[in-house]
């Protein structure tokens, strides 16, 4: 079946503009997650949805960044007033079940340049 | 909250050679551990998960082994192969009312024929 897919796939833009990423998770899947991966790095956990609505957001770096979901489904994270300091591939994943541990399945990410 | 550690940065080895990483945990209630490969240019995939009631998982060329007592879990690859060569990513899963999982900061394995 399908997996994770985002787009775009890369956005380049200038500092100042706002962007918006797009997320759309595995058909049936209830968790969502967004992270940020910056050059050579790990993940950066930014938010944890179950269902449309966001328990857990704690990893966002600033009140630029926000994060909806509608219908238990699409995800959008918006960054406003980009900064240089924003570029970094920006992932999602999702998971089948809120509770007990299970596997996450990640997109291909979004790749963000601010220049 | 949970710390994941991970060793080596990088490793090279020569096509056929094995391959190891290691990665340590803090949190001793965290039950599930997968492995991820990330190529370039791709979102993380899931290739390997062991949880806490077994201490060995093996699929092909790749195991992972887990000691609950020192908190450290391994990824071996085996007769490695060019096409092996990736970043991976341990990772140990924690509630913090919810699961979650806290990811290492990944191994660059390059394989050279």
């Known amino acids: 079946g399908a997996g994770v897919s985002q787009s775009p796939s890369n956005k380049v833009t200038e500092k100042g503009k706002d962007v918006e990423l797009r997320c759309d998770p595995i058909?049936?899947?209830?968790?969502l997650y967004w992270y940020r991966q910056s050059l050579g790095q790990g993940l950066e956990f930014l938010i944890y949805?179950?269902?449309?609505?966001?328990?857990?957001k704690s990893g966002l770096p600033s009140d630029r960044f926000s994060a909806e979901r509608t219908g238990g489904s699409v995800s959008t994270l918006t960054i406003q007033r980009t900064q240089q300091e924003d570029s970094a591939v920006y992932l999602c994943a999702s998971s089948p079940k809120p509770a007990y541990p299970n596997e996450q399945f990640f997109g291909p990410g979004t790749r963000l340049t601010v220049l | 909250g949970e710390n994941v550690e991970q060793h080596p940065s990088t490793l090279s080895v020569q096509e056929g050679d094995s391959a190891v990483i290691k990665c340590t945990y803090s949190d001793s209630a965290s039950n599930y551990f997968p492995w991820y490969k990330q190529e370039l240019g791709k979102g993380p995939q899931l290739i390997i998960d062991?949880?806490?009631?077994?201490g060995e998982k093996k699929d092909q060329r790749i195991a992972v082994t887990l000691n609950k007592t020192a908190k450290h879990f391994s990824l071996h690859i085996t007769e490695t192969q060019p096409e092996d060569s990736a970043v991976y990513f341990c990772a140990a899963n924690w509630m913090k009312g919810y699961s979650t999982l806290t990811f290492g900061k990944g191994t660059m394995l390059l394989v050279s024929p």
């Open positions: 949805f179950q269902g449309n609505s966001a328990p857990d």
């Open positions: 062991i949880r806490s009631n077994v």
């Open positions: 058909s049936g899947h209830t968790a």
